[in-house]
């Protein structure tokens, strides 16, 4: 697919990053959702801070406090006054990764925030803050609500305007362009300024599914450099794009072993006739394999 499946699943960017609703970015991981994220914060009229959240990090039990702060006194060890995330994205953006993962005992406080710009501090006074917030989900955020993980109200309010980002296997037509990116990054950071990909490489990039999207293709252009001095890059397929990992030769003898056994019920003689050797050497492989 060409880069018209890229274009279109990112129609309106432009518009959404002016506007103060929230916005909700879904996608498999690896596929550029936090780099995007950063850009619309970038493109936006917002004057405050980009103030980052990655909620599958922070446990459960403190990220009420993370997100909404505390006052000095509020539980024991809260010695002095914690402003929180909310509160240093004033003016700016809130941008929440994995909000999937937000404890669904926080959520009902999130979907104040977004509704009426108020929360309120451990231990402290209401509070109103002009934060943006910009939300990243996996695909599986839908399901959760179908589960009951996640607050349909606060989906519904996350996603006035949304974005899903597609995998890197539907977008082939942009896998050159792309590794010229990285390669450039990769060139500046580490003063390599000769670094070229090999061709041969390319076709088998091009037939290759990439299920860890972006993330993968640039380690595995980044691992490749660092493993050697030459300034062509090769790195060859995955096991998982080569087919079935095969087995171990002893494996295989091992399972055909058992299977002619469980076959015959035991019976030594017929094992060892539907494997095509004498019972002796049945048994000296039983022996080996130590099966009973």
Same mark, same amino acid.
């Given at each position: 697919?060409? $880069?018209?499946?890229?274009?279109?699943?990112?129609?309106?960017?432009?518009?959404?990053?002016?506007?103060?609703? /929230?916005?909700?970015?879904?996608?498999?991981?690896? #596929?550029?959702?936090?780099?995007?994220?950063?850009?619309?914060? =970038? %493109?936006?009229?917002? #004057?405050?801070?980009?103030?980052?959240?990655?909620?599958?990090?922070?446990?459960?039990?403190?990220?009420? $406090?993370?997100?909404?702060?505390?006052?000095?006194?509020?539980?024991?060890?809260?010695?002095?006054?914690?402003?929180?995330?909310?509160?240093?994205?004033?003016?700016?953006?809130?941008? !929440?990764?994995?909000?999937?993962?937000?404890?669904?005992? #926080?959520? /009902? *406080?999130?979907?104040? !925030?977004?509704?009426?710009?108020?929360?309120?501090?451990?231990?402290?006074?209401?509070?109103?803050? =002009?934060?943006?917030?910009?939300?990243?989900?996996?695909?599986?955020?839908?399901?959760?609500?179908?589960?009951?993980?996640?607050?349909?109200?606060?989906?519904?309010?996350?996603?006035?305007?949304?974005?899903?980002?597609?995998?890197?296997?539907?977008? *082939?037509?942009?896998?050159?362009?792309?590794?010229?990116?990285? @390669?450039?990054?990769?060139?500046?950071?580490?003063?390599?300024? =000769?670094?070229?990909?090999?061709?041969? %490489?390319?076709?088998?990039?091009?037939?290759?599914?990439?299920?860890?999207?972006?993330?993968?293709?640039?380690? @595995?252009?980044?691992?490749?450099?660092?493993?050697?001095?030459?300034? #062509? @890059?090769?790195?060859?397929?995955?096991?998982?794009?080569?087919?079935?990992?095969?087995?171990?030769?002893? =494996?295989?003898?091992?399972?055909?072993? +058992? *299977?002619?056994?469980?076959?015959? +019920?035991?019976?030594?003689?017929?094992?060892?006739?539907?494997?095509?050797? $004498?019972? +002796?050497?049945?048994?000296? +492989?039983? *022996?080996?394999?130590?099966?009973?």
């Amino acid at each position: 697919m060409s $880069s018209s499946v890229l274009a279109q699943a990112l129609r309106g960017a432009e518009r959404a990053a002016r506007a103060d609703t /929230p916005l909700l970015i879904l996608g498999e991981a690896g #596929t550029g959702r936090t780099t995007f994220a950063r850009a619309l914060h =970038d %493109a936006s009229t917002r #004057t405050g801070a980009l103030v980052e959240v990655d909620v599958a990090t922070i446990p459960a039990s403190l990220f009420e $406090s993370e997100l909404f702060g505390y006052r000095a006194g509020a539980f024991s060890g809260a010695d002095r006054n914690n402003a929180g995330r909310v509160t240093l994205a004033r003016q700016g953006t809130l941008f !929440l990764d994995h909000i999937e993962e937000l404890p669904l005992e #926080t959520q /009902p *406080k999130l979907l104040r !925030l977004l509704a009426e710009g108020a929360y309120a501090p451990l231990g402290g006074a209401e509070a109103h803050c =002009d934060a943006r917030v910009i939300a990243v989900a996996s695909d599986q955020l839908p399901q959760r609500v179908q589960r009951g993980l996640f607050r349909e109200d606060l989906y519904y309010r996350l996603d006035v305007i949304s974005f899903q980002m597609p995998p890197l296997r539907q977008r *082939k037509g942009d896998l050159a362009e792309l590794v010229e990116v990285m @390669l450039e990054e990769l060139r500046q950071r580490y003063r390599r300024f =000769d670094l070229v990909l090999e061709e041969t %490489a390319l076709e088998w990039m091009e037939g290759y599914s990439w299920p860890g999207n972006l993330r993968q293709l640039r380690n @595995l252009l980044e691992r490749e450099l660092l493993s050697g001095d030459s300034p #062509t @890059l090769s790195p060859g397929p995955p096991f998982d794009a080569m087919g079935e990992r095969p087995k171990r030769l002893r =494996d295989l003898e091992l399972e055909e072993v +058992k *299977k002619a056994l469980r076959y015959t +019920k035991g019976h030594q003689g017929r094992a060892a006739a539907l494997l095509g050797i $004498s019972r +002796k050497s049945l048994w000296e +492989k039983r *022996k080996r394999f130590e099966i009973g």
